[in-house]
């Protein structure tokens, strides 16, 4: 059997997250990554194609990327993961909304969490959890193995690395995860970050200034 994957990146809300929908084109299954805004226009995708939506995967606790999570779930019945150590961020909805400048976003505890070393996802595309504390303490990157990809967060983007000054932020803490987890991955893995565009592991390993010590 061939399979045939759906797969579509897009920026949503005002700080312009990456939202992610993979979907099985035969199971007419998917899952969406970091609904952190734009809930309508992220359930129009997924009926137009006519997916159902099995899991509701957030790399962190920020606003920009949880943000619409409880309203895609009202929308579609599909659970919420988040790693349990961003429970905190989701009790200072209130102030993150503040610092955006947005109303602030309903929230609810999630379904389930996201340990490193879980495997989430689909039956034909599953993506290992990697625990990548320093951002926040519970953010997590989503390591696609077959597919060579891999869903960073606000981990690591494009030429730079995830703010550490915000609550639960640590940078030795971010340091230790880039080098430790991201970069022993392969140079071929294609990085789609939370922010900003698509890069790889081999790109950054050679260029990023935060990781080159240049
Ligand atoms: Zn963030």
Redesign the pocket.
Known sequence: MVLSMIFETFPVGPLQCNCTILGDEQAREAIEIDPGDDVSRIHKRLTERGLTLKQILVT?G?I??VGGALGLKRLTGAPIYLNENDLPQLQMMEEQAAWVGVSTPETAPPDGGLVDGQMVGLENYSAKVLHTPG??QGSICLHFVPLKLLIA??TLFAGSI?RTDLPGGNYGQIMDSLHSRLLALPDETNVIP?HGPVTSIGEERRSNPFLTGL
């Open positions: 962190h920020h920009d990327h951002h926040t967060g606000d995830g939370g």
